[in-house]
């Protein structure tokens, strides 16, 4: 079965740090690019960052660039996001997200992990 | 910034027909995806690349996109439809996944 599972989230204060996981089961982990998406509670969904199968291609949404560093170990199947300068506003459940063809661009995200929560607050 | 704009609700009674309509600038030149999200749960893809469906999702859904307009259309509607919707686009321009405002459809 096709997974993502998620981790790392919680309560932590503004301008501190946190490292979001994604553990990947059932594919070929580094035959795909992975994304990380976020919805902050009540709100719509935010693509956040994504990163290339060989990490050859990175990106990031303008509300994280220069904070958020994305990245993977595909020897252990992972894909990671480190937060650092959190805002009141990064508030959100954090998804990772597999593309449908593995492509960096273009393709649909057909597995979606459950999500880690990221409140961010003092 | 690209922008995909939806309505904010749609209600329909069941067995009739929802549309969702996601407008973006020249949104025909770009590969559209559809995302189902009941509460609670992650998203689910129901139509990508405009108009085709995943395996395991009902023919009652399907998509068009032409001009400015790309619309998810639901047929014969039932009471598990009711969720949020969301569109994507790639947005080239910028190197960045767009998502849509987000639609909330209610039957009725």
């Known amino acids: 079965e096709v997974q993502l599972v998620e981790s790392g989230g919680g309560l932590v204060q503004p301008g501190r740090s946190l490292r979001l996981s994604c553990a990947a089961s059932?594919?070929?982990?580094?035959?795909?690019?992975m994304h990380w998406v976020r919805q902050a509670p009540g709100k719509g969904l935010e693509w956040v960052s994504g990163i290339s199968w060989n990490s050859g291609s990175i990106g990031y949404a303008d509300s994280v660039k220069g904070r958020f560093t994305i990245s993977r170990d595909n020897a252990k199947n992972s894909l990671y996001l480190q937060m650092n300068s959190l805002r009141a506003e990064d508030t959100a459940l954090y998804y990772c997200a597999k593309p449908q063809a593995g492509g960096w661009s273009i393709d649909a995200f057909d597995i979606w992990g459950q999500g880690t929560m990221v409140t961010v607050s003092s | 910034s690209y922008v995909l704009t939806q309505p904010p609700s749609v209600s329909v009674a069941p067995g009739q027909t929802a549309r969702i309509t996601c407008g973006g600038n020249?949104?025909?030149?770009?590969?559209v995806h559809w995302y189902q999200q009941k509460p609670g749960q992650a998203p689910v893809l129901v139509v990508y690349?405009?108009?085709d469906r995943p395996s395991g999702i009902p023919e009652r859904f399907s998509g068009s996109n032409s001009g400015n307009t790309a619309t998810l259309t639901i047929s014969r509607v039932e009471a598990g439809d009711e969720a949020d919707y969301y569109c994507?686009?790639?947005?080239?321009?910028?190197?960045?996944?767009?998502f849509g405002t987000g639609t909330k459809v209610t039957v009725l």
């Open positions: 059932g594919f070929t982990f580094d035959d795909y690019a």
């Open positions: 994507q686009v790639w947005d080239s321009s910028s190197d960045h996944y767009v």
């Open positions: 020249n949104i025909g030149s770009k590969s």
């Open positions: 690349d405009d108009s």
